[in-house]
């Protein structure tokens, strides 16, 4: 049976038509009827819909009758494309056996295209080349030909040229699939080994585990262990994942499908997990792949603070459906109590707010994401340091040492200047610029992650109109001259302003923190300093005016000593207003602190 079943999933850079071609796929496989039918079949959060980003990993079961008049088993798991969710598509590709890398005609090879195609080949896996979008006037299919040549070193012959939109030559690529994707291998009667590619939480079933198993059978009823975890669970269900589950009694080697077994929370499953037979065990866990680790810290407030409770609950509940997130709880002066959040990237942290807004109706305020630093005491105790405000005194440090990333951009050679600069501006270090096809360049450099983190990827899109495509991955840790940057407002500290930033660049993060919440802070009858200081020293300033009530307005005439009367008690009401007044901080001012001036 075994030769009978095709696993695939399909990779490509952001934005060039995966989820259009899964849909094409489904259809064209009868796998949904048309009254079914909707546009990204599989991307089924909101989220994924409106950004027309895919998210989650999702899988599915199609039957294909091909032109040798066998019917074959396709198992298709749709991955993301954005760097954020990279480890999504690590588990997707170890749980296959081919690769379609989907490529745009018009924009040709992009940055995430050379990352995805180079996890795919660590994987051993084969490799469909699709050039996609071909009815677009401008499809530009012989240059694309020639960089999947030169930059990716595959054969142009070998690429099936498809229009996902209207479904052009969609069935010469299920051909190619049953002929190239070769079968998967694997003894049904060895020991259980099935690896876990995905889970998520259903409120009436508990998790519901997405496997491929390598090795064995897999029988509703019988008793499993997750080896990672070492927990043993009963079989409650198991099936295979068409559009909606299909309960089946067993799964063999080589099927993809999904197992019940009343598991309580999604964190007691690992993505990469090796699930056997409690009573016949594997001797091995299958090779498994490396946990995701955040690498943006952020923290979440709601803005009333009666609404904790219900921030609570709801980061527990989407917990349930993304492992990836970590969170702790802490307390801030001027916001309250909230938690710290550990994310995946930018991206990972505005779907995680977006979600919490959403789906749970809540109102947020989150601080300047940080990243994490390893800070080697003079006691020689090394500490990683996420919050700023447990930053150690500098007097006991020894070494900082920040996260450094090896970023690859690939865009048209006309933007070569302004990307420079930028990269230039961001502290990069080792830069190298490369022709990757007649006009388009890549360049690869080192630079911080701090760096990255705020607006780069938005910066980039800008200098290069857009067509610039970035792609990193994490490098190691290198000196950095740090400080913590405080903010003052009325001479009282807000500790949720406080951030970690280069000593040199300190300065120009005061200056711009002051005046854009300058700006942002309502004025009151006193005026208010707003300060930038690293420890007791005030390196930037910005005085919010008052507002000047004229008391004396009703004094028509009469004599002067009236006047300054009013004018000496306005002046006393003033001082005294100063002296217990305070600054309520609106959001918005947050989000201020974080915008760079030159945008």
Known sequence: MNDRIRNFCIIAHIDHGKSTLADRLLQATHTVSEREFHDQMLDTMDIERERGITIKSTAVTMRYAASDGREYELNLIDTPGHVDFSYEVSRALASCEAALLVIDAAQGVEAQTLANLYKAMEQNLAIIPVINKIDLPSANIDEVRDELDHELGLDPDDAILVSAKTGQNVDLLLEAIVKRVPAPAGDPGSPLRARVFDSFFDPYRGVVVYIRVVDGTIRQGSTVRLLAAGSDYRVEEIGRLRIRREPCQALEAGEVGYLIAGIKSVSDVRSGDTVTDAARPSAEPLAGYKEAKPVVFSSIFPISTEDYGDLASSIEKLKLNDASLVFEKVSSAGLGFGFRCGFLGLLHLEVVQERLEREFGLS????????????????????????????????????????????????????????????????????????????????????????????????????????????????????????????????????????????????????????????????????????????????????????????????????????????????????????????????????????????
């Open 364 to 599: 947020l305020v989150l601080t300047a994401p940080t990243v994490l630093y390893r800070v080697t005491m003079t006691s020689g105790e090394v500490l990683w340091v996420d919050n700023p405000l447990h930053y150690p005194d500098a007097s006991g440090i020894e070494t900082a040492e920040e996260p450094f990333i090896r970023a690859s951009i690939i865009m048209p050679d006309r933007y070569i200047g302004p990307v420079t600069q930028l990269l230039k501006d961001r502290k990069s270090e080792n830069y190298k610029c490369m022709f990757v096809g007649r006009q388009r360049v890549e360049i690869t450099a080192e630079l911080p992650l701090s760096e990255v983190v705020y607006d780069f990827y938005d910066r980039l899109k800008s200098v290069t109109q857009g067509y610039g495509s970035f792609d990193y991955e994490p490098s190691d840790y290198r000196p950095v001259d740090l400080v913590r940057l405080d903010i003052l407002v009325n001479h009282e500290k807000v500790d949720a302003l406080s951030m970690l930033v280069h000593r040199d660049r300190a300065r120009e993060w005061a200056v711009r923190a002051c005046e854009n919440l300058a700006k942002e802070i309502p004025r009151q009858q006193f005026k208010i300093p707003v300060q930038g200081a690293i420890g007791g020293t005030i390196i930037a300033r910005e005085t919010i005016q008052p507002f000047r009530k004229d008391v004396t307005a009703k004094c028509y005439g009469g004599d002067i000593t009236r006047k300054r009367k009013l004018l000496e008690k306005q002046k006393e009401g003033k001082r005294k207003m100063k002296m217990v007044g305070s600054v309520a901080i609106p959001q918005k001012a947050f989000l201020a602190v974080l915008r760079r001036n030159d945008e």
